[in-house]
């Protein structure tokens, strides 16, 4: 989890120890900079090297700067540089981009809570030094429209915004056939994207807000209003009572869609929930939690293992990231039993989010 949100000026990296390229005391206007936070312990740092030096090489000429930041703890400076050199000479022989040190942590915590650390993380840096996106899902569309976004915050947000809208509406269509909607909710949702992708909100919010009311069992009209206000107008004024009444609704109907929704809906990385109670949070996720247990004595090892996931997210979320590890163990377990093919995306999807947790654990013992 970020300490940073998108709009907030970046904070220095000029206690950074080069390792790669020289040193860089200030972020200089008009380029735009991408910050990877990697450590020595992460297979997926590893993996994503390639890319790094590719996204260097395509935009580079254009403004365009990639940053590695690696966390290597040591007792000294020298000793961190050694050993971080060293593992990028195993790692990238054809380094094109520079990279720098952190062997203290200090860096690490300025940008992200060392408590939900998960590395590689990305953060883009607009020409006004600006954070314009934290771990955008597709750099390749990102990138371009940074280096031709204006220098203003607003642009920026408009481009995270158009992004994830196109991703969303995109799913949209996939989910309502999924889950059987009705010619009149499939119409209605029709609308409401219409009116997300040309950010009309006003129309948007209206109907949604009109849709609920016609059709108060729509678990993805409630999903879709939450996501709205919170994730796209970042308005937790209007967004937190919609949460809590969808927190409400999943536990007073009690069926697994709507808890797993509202589990996702609270829990899920890619939900911002910086201003919302933490407190709040936890007592709901605990709430949601004891109706999931309850509710797993009477599935199968499918819906189980969906339980588990979903619960996995929680507990990692709150920081007991054994707890996590153990819930995702178990589900992968589950789905190993089961001789349904369908089932080999979605094992494929745990055995990966395991594995970062995994990494996560030992980043942060790292760290501490």
């Known amino acids: 989890m970020p300490n940073l949100k998108v709009g907030d000026t970046a904070p220095s ?10 040193p860089l005391e200030t972020f200089q206007p008009g380029k735009v900079y991408i910050l990877v ?14 890319d790094l030096v590719q996204l260097q090489e395509n935009y580079g000429d254009i403004d365009l700067e990639v940053i590695g930041i690696v966390f290597k703890g040591s007792a000294t400076a020298a000793e961190a540089r050694v ?17 720098g040190v952190d062997f203290t942590g200090q860096i690490f915590r300025l940008w992200i809570n060392p408590i939900y650390c998960e590395v590689p993380i990305f953060f883009i840096l607009d020409r006004g030094g600006n954070v314009a996106a934290i ?4 750099l390749d569309d990102m990138v371009p429209k940074c280096l031709t976004a204006a220098n203003s915050r607003p642009r920026g947000i408009e481009v995270i915004i158009g992004v994830a809208a196109d991703q969303e509406a995109a799913k949209a269509n996939d989910l309502t056939k999924e889950n059987g ?14 009116a997300i992708e040309a950010k009309d909100w006003k129309t948007a919010l209206s109907l949604l807000e009109d849709g609920i009311s016609v059709m108060p069992d729509s678990l993805y009209l ?31 109907k009690d069926t697994k869609d709507w808890l797993l929704g509202a589990m996702y809906q609270l829990f899920d990385s890619s939900h911002d929930y910086s201003r919302f109670p933490f407190g709040e949070r936890l007592s709901m996720g605990k709430a949601l939690s004891e109706h999931i247990l309850t509710l797993c004595h009477w599935e199968n090892a499918h819906s189980r293992a969906e339980y588990y996931q979903a619960m996995a997210h929680f507990f990692h979320e709150i920081g007991n990231n054994d707890v996590a590890v153990g819930l995702f163990e178990m589900a992968v377990t589950l789905l190993k039993g089961l001789p349904i093919q369908d089932e080999v995306k979605q094992l494929a999807r745990l055995l990966k989010t395991l594995a970062e947790y995994k990494c996560h654990e030992a980043v942060r013992a790292e760290l501490f």
Request: glycine share 6%.
């Open 13 to 22: 990296i000029s206690d950074v120890h080069w390792v790669h390229g020289g």
């Open 37 to 50: 936070f990697l450590t020595t312990v992460c297979g997926g740092c590893v993996e994503i090297m390639p």
């Open 83 to 99: 050993y971080v050199n060293a593992w990028l000479n195993q790692t990238c022989a054809n380094l094109n981009f520079r990279v």
């Open 135 to 138: 771990d955008p899902t597709d």
């Open 181 to 194: 909607m009705d010619s009149t909710e499939q119409s209605l949702i029709d609308r409401i994207w219409t």
């Open 222 to 252: 409630f999903q879709l209003y939450a996501e709205t206000l919170i994730d796209e107008l970042q308005d937790m004024e209007a967004g937190c009572p919609v949460l809590r009444k969808f927190v409400r609704l999943a536990i007073e």
